[in-house]
């Protein structure tokens, strides 16, 4: 899932791993961990650091809430 690129594609907005991990109420380190395993898209500054896709991160943080708030259930008919 993740994507390494230069610069800044213009028009989007990108958050820092900090932001990242307040929207998933976890750790930094967990986002970075996250980024390391592919689970997050990102893309690398020209200073070497990681930024995440605003639009992606909310779509994902979404979903991540409602699973761990126990509003989405599991295919078997339990709560995740």
């Known amino acids: 899932m ?3 690129a230069a610069g800044r594609p ?8 900090r932001e990242v991990a307040l929207l998933f109420d976890v750790s930094a380190h967990t986002v970075y ?3 390391r395993e592919g689970r997050l ?5 020209p200073g070497g650091r ?7 991160i909310d779509r994902l943080a979404a979903t991540w ?6 509003e989405e259930r599991a295919p078997n008919g339990r709560k995740r």
């Open 2 to 4: 993740s994507s390494v």
């Open 10 to 17: 213009s028009g989007k907005r990108f958050l820092s791993r």
């Open 33 to 35: 961990r996250w980024t």
């Open 65 to 70: 809430l409602r699973v761990h708030r126990g």
């Open 50 to 56: 990681r930024r995440y896709p605003k639009e992606e």
């Open 41 to 45: 898209p990102y893309i690398m500054t």
